[in-house]
């Protein structure tokens, strides 16, 4: 339909082997490649952290005190230790790569004769790549076809204009970016007008933009509110731990005139005290959620959005593609004062033949708009022999806007010079290009009303016959169109939304519908999917409200309808100004200061505009509203599990410390070394950050209000229940201690009946915080994997520790019988109830509080 004919090989664009194989000689489609972290940036980064230096200065103590083995087994333990946070940098840094590749921009490429879109990394020289309004340029390429087509080339050149381009006519020579009516696009830069065939030639570092060496980096790690929090309480507990680790090592060597000890003891505080896995538990969190999130198809193109998804209250998504399956079908027709009924598995009726060819006329060659497609679909049912306008060759489009909301096609006829533009719109705006009478737009407006209750879509097609010699106007407004028909389009609901709708009025989030469609229209949908009640604002209403008279109506609105995508901004920052945290969804270039604008923009990853993209935090990939709320529920459950994580870390720490200061102050030998600590380091690490992210969601989730904006994930509930959690756990292993010394029993076997308690007694302390909620784990013991393979790793080393020769010269363990194995066993499991019980009074404190 474009001027411009390819030869026959060409519209097939690619065959998969070819890419393949372009693929295979070119490689990936990136600037400058990739620079992955070297396992050596990962070590020195694991070796400067605290935690590995006091180990390793505890491991040269022990040698100046002749004993080489507790100093051989601290080396091993930080080879655990930095091996298991090696593994978690390692696992992080895969989960964020393969976000980029994600982020990258998508690209519509013809390949064995279909149109597929892709990876933007994935483009080929040779391939055909179809480019439209919003749109990133994927590669340098040459200008096959073209309507209206007009590039901001600033990222290269620093001009803010736009440029034209024309068609290639087999140039040799390449022209320079930021030329006018030059016939070549380039990577990176913005299509800000029509649409367009391109032939790419350059990809990755052979592009304009890879000579110039710039790299677009999507994903970033960026300062958040929850990171800066952590870095503050790490800074405390840290400057705590120094300062109590130093009145330790004093009062050890006043006590006992053993200054080089009492710096090991001091030490040993040291480590107990000090929280160097809150910040690696929050990255590694952060990093595999978005993985998670990107599992239920939505990408996190910045990563904090992911604490922001459990305060959204206000979800404001659109209709068409989102709610429903943007899957469009003509089913009915108004034409000449008669409605038809279509049925899309029967001929096309021979009085609609001229409707089906006016819809080709304004339908673009490659169509990519479900509902320019179905207008194809509908020319294909008119034989050729009675095709009007068969043959006729495109001479000039008039691009949609927001004056004009409305498209049209001027086309000529191949046999003469008789001309036709074909329009196509919002059944307004074609009224105004018809200059229809008052009371025939009445008459029209009321059928609009009557599809609208049915569930339509509704556009509106007009013609215009241009007399011989006239010169085509520049704009739509300049032409006399004669009204043609009214089309009613059905778009069928998306499965299972009815459920999510439900899950967002439990979860306390209330969504609204914002939509170009009427209000009949939204309606109806709404109406299908058991939508919230609520009132309906017009764009137009919107348009006539002040900024105050909107933030008092949309508190109570549910359907926007007939909104351009500039009210957009208008709504999210009304709703703002309402206390409300907004989530908004959207595709198109003008809904970027929307998306910007919300608490979390969310753009559509198959039908989103590049521009749309790089203005949200989120990406829909299969445009599915059931998608938007896996995502919060998987937000909820990253933020809930980061919250226990640190809660037990938080508790965890407290009985250590209470065990490392209790002999120094009862003058009794010392319970901890720098081994033991070593050793507990080797479970709480993996607990932390690998069996808590790998807690599933409690079943109540969906069911809490939103977390308030700004609420630091340690509460004051958090640090209140964790603080009394690790003082029973403290007061059950010091109760042991105690019985050991009155028992009469050796300095071994004192020790390992603390350290055995201390662990049993971790375990209660880790089933307690998995779940702050349900009582004894509600049975979910057997989902959560890593925890099953942490109790099996904790009993063996337990055995190896206490039941061999080595393992209790090494840590100065002694055998227990069966009975004191029993009674640490008890201890641990008294704590356990306690913890539940403390659990249970906290959860009715908190319910009456509600109440």
């Given at each position: 339909?474009?001027?411009?004919?390819?030869?026959?090989?060409?519209?097939?664009?690619?065959?998969?082997?070819?890419?393949?194989?372009?693929?295979?000689?070119?490689?990936?489609?990136?600037?400058?490649?990739?620079?992955?972290?070297?396992?050596?940036?990962?070590?020195?980064?694991?070796?400067?952290?605290?935690?590995?230096?006091?180990?390793?200065?505890?491991?040269?103590?022990?040698?100046?005190?002749?004993?080489?083995?507790?100093?051989?087994?601290?080396?091993?333990?930080?080879?655990?230790?930095?091996?298991?946070?090696?593994?978690?940098?390692?696992?992080?840094?895969?989960?964020?790569?393969?976000?980029?590749?994600?982020?990258?921009?998508?690209?519509?490429?013809?390949?064995?004769?279909?149109?597929?879109?892709?990876?933007?990394?994935?483009?080929?020289?040779?391939?055909?790549?179809?480019?439209?309004?919003?749109?990133?340029?994927?590669?340098?390429?040459?200008?096959?076809?073209?309507?209206?087509?007009?590039?901001?080339?600033?990222?290269?050149?620093?001009?803010?204009?736009?440029?034209?381009?024309?068609?290639?006519?087999?140039?040799?020579?390449?022209?320079?970016?930021?030329?006018?009516?030059?016939?070549?696009?380039?990577?990176?830069?913005?299509?800000?007008?029509?649409?367009?065939?391109?032939?790419?030639?350059?990809?990755?570092?052979?592009?304009?933009?890879?000579?110039?060496?710039?790299?677009?980096?999507?994903?970033?790690?960026?300062?958040?509110?929850?990171?800066?929090?952590?870095?503050?309480?790490?800074?405390?507990?840290?400057?705590?731990?120094?300062?109590?680790?130093?009145?330790?090592?004093?009062?050890?060597?006043?006590?006992?005139?053993?200054?080089?000890?009492?710096?090991?003891?001091?030490?040993?505080?040291?480590?107990?005290?000090?929280?160097?896995?809150?910040?690696?538990?929050?990255?590694?969190?952060?990093?595999?959620?978005?993985?998670?999130?990107?599992?239920?198809?939505?990408?996190?193109?910045?990563?904090?959005?992911?604490?922001?998804?459990?305060?959204?209250?206000?979800?404001?998504?659109?209709?068409?593609?989102?709610?429903?399956?943007?899957?469009?079908?003509?089913?009915?027709?108004?034409?000449?004062?008669?409605?038809?009924?279509?049925?899309?598995?029967?001929?096309?009726?021979?009085?609609?033949?001229?409707?089906?060819?006016?819809?080709?006329?304004?339908?673009?060659?490659?169509?990519?708009?479900?509902?320019?497609?179905?207008?194809?679909?509908?020319?294909?049912?008119?034989?050729?022999?009675?095709?009007?306008?068969?043959?006729?060759?495109?001479?000039?489009?008039?691009?949609?806007?927001?004056?004009?909301?409305?498209?049209?096609?001027?086309?000529?006829?191949?046999?003469?010079?008789?001309?036709?533009?074909?329009?196509?719109?919002?059944?307004?705006?074609?009224?105004?290009?018809?200059?229809?009478?008052?009371?025939?737009?009445?008459?029209?407006?009321?059928?609009?009303?009557?599809?609208?209750?049915?569930?339509?879509?509704?556009?509106?097609?007009?013609?215009?016959?241009?007399?011989k010699g006239k010169i085509a106007p520049k704009t739509m407004q300049g032409v006399l169109f004669d009204f043609e028909a009214l089309v009613g389009f059905e778009d069928p609901v998306r499965p299972m939304?009815?459920?999510?709708?439900?899950?967002?009025?439990?979860?306390?989030?209330?969504?609204?519908?914002?939509?170009?469609?009427?209000?009949?229209?939204?309606?109806?949908?709404?109406?299908?999917?058991?939508?919230?009640?609520?009132?309906?604002?017009?764009?137009?209403?919107?348009?006539?409200?002040?900024?105050?008279?909107?933030?008092?109506?949309?508190?109570?609105?549910?359907?926007?309808?007939?909104?351009?995508?500039?009210?957009?901004?208008?709504?999210?920052?009304?709703?703002?100004?309402?206390?409300?945290?907004?989530?908004?969804?959207?595709?198109?270039?003008?809904?970027?200061?929307?998306?910007?604008?919300?608490?979390?923009?969310?753009?559509?990853?198959?039908?989103?505009?590049?521009?749309?993209?790089?203005?949200?935090?989120?990406?829909?990939?299969?445009?599915?509203?059931?998608?938007?709320?896996?995502?919060?529920?998987?937000?909820?459950?990253?933020?809930?599990?980061?919250?226990?994580?640190?809660?037990?870390?938080?508790?965890?720490?407290?009985?250590?410390?209470?065990?490392?200061?209790?002999?120094?102050?009862?003058?009794?030998?010392?319970?901890?070394?720098?081994?033991?600590?070593?050793?507990?380091?080797?479970?709480?690490?993996?607990?932390?950050?690998?069996?808590?992210?790998?807690?599933?969601?409690?079943?109540?989730?969906?069911?809490?209000?939103?977390?308030?904006?700004?609420?630091?994930?340690?509460?004051?509930?958090?640090?209140?229940?964790?603080?009394?959690?690790?003082?029973?756990?403290?007061?059950?292993?010091?109760?042991?201690?105690?019985?050991?010394?009155?028992?009469?029993?050796?300095?071994?076997?004192?020790?390992?009946?603390?350290?055995?308690?201390?662990?049993?007694?971790?375990?209660?302390?880790?089933?307690?915080?998995?779940?702050?909620?349900?009582?004894?784990?509600?049975?979910?013991?057997?989902?959560?994997?890593?925890?099953?393979?942490?109790?099996?790793?904790?009993?063996?080393?337990?055995?190896?520790?206490?039941?061999?020769?080595?393992?209790?010269?090494?840590?100065?363990?002694?055998?227990?019988?069966?009975?004191?194995?029993?009674?640490?066993?008890?201890?641990?499991?008294?704590?356990?109830?306690?913890?539940?019980?403390?659990?249970?009074?906290?959860?009715?404190?908190?319910?009456?509080?509600?109440?």
């Open positions: 339909m474009l001027e411009r004919r390819l030869s026959s090989r060409d519209p097939q664009g690619l065959s998969s082997q070819e890419a393949a194989g372009c693929l295979l000689k070119f490689g990936y489609n990136e600037i400058g490649g990739r620079k992955r972290k070297s396992i050596f940036s990962f070590l020195f980064d694991v070796v400067k952290e605290p935690m590995i230096f006091l180990l390793l200065v505890s491991g040269v103590i022990y040698l100046f005190l002749g004993e080489p083995k507790e100093a051989i087994f601290l080396l091993i333990g930080i080879f655990f230790v930095v091996g298991i946070t090696l593994y978690q940098e390692r696992k992080t840094e895969r989960t964020l790569e393969a976000l980029r590749d994600f982020s990258s921009p998508r690209a519509l490429v013809i390949r064995d004769g279909e149109q597929k879109r892709i990876a933007g990394r994935e483009v080929v020289p040779g391939d055909l790549v179809i480019i439209s309004q919003g749109d990133r340029v994927p590669a340098d390429a040459r200008v096959l076809r073209q309507s209206g087509l007009m590039v901001d080339e600033s990222l290269l050149t620093g001009e803010s204009l736009p440029v034209s381009k024309t068609l290639w006519q087999g140039e040799l020579g390449l022209d320079p970016p930021g030329g006018d009516g030059f016939p070549f696009v380039f990577s990176g830069t913005l299509v800000v007008g029509g649409h367009a065939l391109i032939e790419v030639f350059a990809t990755g570092n052979r592009t304009e933009i890879g000579k110039v060496g710039r790299e677009l980096e999507k994903i970033r790690i960026e300062k958040s509110p929850l990171q800066r929090g952590i870095s503050k309480v790490v800074s405390y507990l840290a400057f705590f731990g120094l300062a109590t680790c130093a009145g330790v090592a004093i009062l050890f060597g006043l006590f006992y005139g053993d200054w080089l000890r009492g710096f090991l003891q001091g030490l040993v505080l040291a480590m107990s005290l000090l929280p160097e896995e809150f910040p690696v538990i929050m990255t590694v969190f952060l990093a595999i959620g978005a993985w998670r999130i990107s599992r239920a198809h939505v990408l996190t193109r910045r990563i904090p959005a992911i604490e922001a998804l459990g305060s959204i209250t206000r979800l404001c998504v659109d209709k068409t593609g989102t709610l429903t399956m943007n899957k469009m079908s003509i089913r009915t027709v108004y034409y000449k004062g008669k409605r038809f009924l279509i049925d899309p598995n029967l001929a096309l009726p021979r009085d609609l033949e001229f409707i089906g060819e006016l819809g080709g006329l304004v339908s673009v060659e490659h169509p990519t708009d479900p509902m320019e497609k179905a207008f194809s679909e509908l020319a294909k049912k008119i034989p050729e022999r009675r095709r009007v306008f068969n043959g006729w060759s495109l001479q000039k489009e008039y691009s949609f806007g927001e004056e004009v909301m409305a498209r049209a096609q001027m086309w000529q006829s191949t046999k003469g010079e008789e001309r036709v533009i074909a329009a196509l719109g919002a059944p307004e705006a074609i009224f105004k290009l018809c200059k229809l009478k008052s009371g025939v737009v009445i008459g029209l407006e009321n059928e609009i009303l009557n599809l609208a209750k049915d569930g339509f879509r509704i556009v509106a097609l007009a013609l215009s016959r241009l007399p939304v009815r459920e999510a709708i439900l899950e967002c009025k439990e979860a306390g989030i209330k969504v609204g519908m914002v939509t170009g469609d009427y209000a009949g229209t939204a309606q109806h949908v709404a109406s299908a999917i058991d939508f919230p009640d609520g009132q309906v604002l017009s764009g137009e209403e919107v348009g006539r409200m002040t900024d105050e008279e909107l933030k008092k109506r949309v508190t109570g609105a549910t359907i926007f309808a007939r909104v351009v995508p500039t009210q957009k901004l208008r709504i999210v920052q009304a709703l703002k100004a309402g206390g409300a945290v907004v989530a908004m969804t959207g595709d198109g270039v003008n809904d970027a200061p929307a998306l910007k604008a919300a608490h979390v923009g969310i753009a559509m990853g198959e039908r989103g505009t590049d521009v749309a993209r790089e203005a949200s935090s989120l990406v829909l990939l299969d445009d599915n509203f059931n998608s938007i709320i896996r995502a919060i529920r998987l937000g909820r459950r990253i933020f809930d599990n980061l919250r226990k994580a640190m809660s037990y870390v938080f508790s965890v720490h407290i009985p250590i410390a209470g065990l490392a200061i209790l002999p120094i102050i009862v003058r009794q030998p010392v319970i901890f070394f720098p081994i033991h600590i070593a050793l507990i380091e080797l479970i709480i690490d993996p607990t932390a950050s690998i069996v808590f992210e790998a807690e599933p969601g409690e079943k109540d989730l969906m069911r809490r209000p939103p977390r308030k904006v700004g609420e630091f994930i340690l509460n004051r509930r958090t640090i209140i229940l964790s603080a009394i959690e690790g003082l029973v756990a403290f007061i059950a292993t010091g109760f042991l201690y105690f019985f050991a010394l009155s028992s009469g029993f050796p300095e071994e076997v004192v020790r390992t009946i603390v350290f055995v308690s201390f662990v049993f007694v971790n375990i209660a302390l880790i089933f307690s915080n998995l779940s702050k909620r349900a009582m004894l784990r509600d049975g979910g013991v057997f989902k959560n994997m890593p925890l099953l393979w942490l109790l099996a790793v904790v009993v063996l080393f337990l055995f190896l520790m206490i039941y061999t020769p080595w393992g209790r010269q090494v840590f100065h363990f002694a055998s227990l019988n069966f009975s004191v194995l029993a009674l640490c066993f008890g201890v641990g499991a008294m704590a356990g109830l306690v913890l539940e019980g403390i659990k249970f009074l906290f959860g009715r404190i908190e319910e009456a509080r509600v109440r």
